[in-house]
Structures are given as structure tokens and as C-alpha cells.
């Protein structure tokens, strides 16, 4: 074998040698489009999915914002409830205190209108003795009537003041006359009762007319 014999084909045939850089050629550009083409696609597959993110997140956000106004109606339907049933409740209260306060206004011009009625009865049982024996049954009959008309006043709140020997007080007594005290301990004090005071569920619906000991 000579020596040009060692030579391969390519290297003794120069068209041999312009095709295979040819196909190199055209190798390399099909791995350049194909690089090409999956960059493209790794593009556009990361565009789809931020764009399936972002939808997503939309819709995340919009539920938020539902759920935030859902909550923000709620409370405000909450609180206008709540105003609603305090409104409600301290009519009812002032409702039922003012209706109180009617029936104990009403009971009250009734038992001051009577006052003067027990106070015949005390002044008729003054004048009866019991010692009497013409008396004695009319005295007994006027005491039992007596008791139960006192007894129904006060049912009602209605008490008799103490006033006799008491510190002289214009919360409750009136003052007719005063009078030199009978004792040092009397001064100030009241020494004798004119016309009974009374209360009534411990107010006050009649003074007590005194004399005042000087």
C-alpha cells in the first residue's frame, strides 16, 4: 500500500469533505431550533402559569374582598340589633316605671283624699270611752271598722309619721306654733301634734302639723 493510500476519502476527496461540514452544519442549526423551540415553549408555559397564578390569586382576592364585605354586613346588621333591642328595652322599663309611677299617683290622691276620714274616726274614738257601758259596744263597733279601713291603707304603703318628741324636721313636720319646751331635752323638738303626717311608699303625702318646743 503506497502512502496516498493512507489517506481517507474525505481527506482525498474535497466534495467529500464540504458535505460532512454541511451536515455539521445543518446539525447544529437543528439543535440551535430545537433549543430555540424549547426555550420558546419553557416561555410560554411559564406566561401560562403566571397567568394561571395570577388568576388564582384573583380569584383569592375576590373571595377575600366577599367574605370582608359579608363580614362588614354582618356587623353593622349586628349592631343596629343591639341599638335596636337597647332601645327596645329601656322603653320597656320606662314604660313599666312610668306605669308605677301612674298607679302609685293614683293611689296616692285617693289615700290623701281619705286621711281626713280616718282622721273622724280617731277624733269619734276620742270622744267614746270604754269604761262606758252605754258606749262600750258603739266604741267596739267603730274600732273594728277603724282597724280594717287602716288596715287596707296600709296595705298600700301608707304609714302614720312618729313625730311626738321627735327632732323638729322640715322634711316632714310643719311647724303651727312653738311653744317654751317643758324640759331642756324638749328644745328643738316637737312637744305636741296638731294633725298626724303620713307616708306613703315613704314619701311623704301629708306633714305632720306640730308644736315646737322653744
Known amino acids: 500500500m503506497t502512502k496516498d493510500n493512507k489517506f481517507t476519502d474525505s481527506e482525498q476527496n474535497p466534495e467529500n469533505m464540504g458535505a460532512q461540514k454541511n451536515a455539521e452544519n445543518e446539525s447544529t442549526e437543528s439543535v440551535e431550533q430545537d433549543q430555540s423551540k424549547n426555550a420558546e415553549a419553557d416561555e410560554v408555559n411559564s406566561e ?4 394561571k397564578k395570577k388568576k388564582k390569586k384573583m380569584k383569592f ?23 335596636l333591642f337597647s332601645e327596645f328595652d329601656n322603653f320597656r322599663k320606662r314604660t313599666a316605671r312610668e306605669r308605677l309611677e301612674l298607679s302609685k299617683t293614683a293611689s296616692a290622691d285617693l289615700v290623701v283624699s281619705l286621711l281626713p276620714v280616718l282622721d ?11 269604761d262606758d257601758e252605754l258606749t262600750k259596744g258603739a266604741r267596739e263597733g267603730m274600732e273594728l271598722i277603724f282597724n280594717k279601713f287602716k288596715s287596707i291603707l296600709e296595705k298600700t304603703g301608707l304609714k302614720c309619721m312618729e313625730a311626738n318628741g321627735k327632732e323638729f324636721d322640715t322634711d316632714f313636720h310643719e311647724a ?3 311653744i317654751p319646751a317643758p324640759s331642756d331635752d324638749l328644745k328643738g323638738k316637737v312637744v305636741d301634734v296638731i294633725e298626724k303626717g303620713y307616708t306613703l311608699n315613704d314619701k ?8 315646737v318646743g322653744s
Open 176 to 178: 303651727l306654733t312653738k
Open 204 to 211: 311623704v303625702i301629708r306633714f305632720a302639723k306640730v308644736v
Open 48 to 51: 401560562e402559569s403566571s397567568s
Open 120 to 130: 273622724d274616726f280617731e277624733r269619734g274614738l276620742g270622744t267614746l270611752t270604754a
Open 61 to 83: 382576592s375576590r373571595k377575600d374582598e366577599k367574605i370582608a364585605e359579608l363580614e362588614e354586613k354582618a356587623n353593622s346588621l349586628n349592631d343596629k340589633y343591639l341599638r
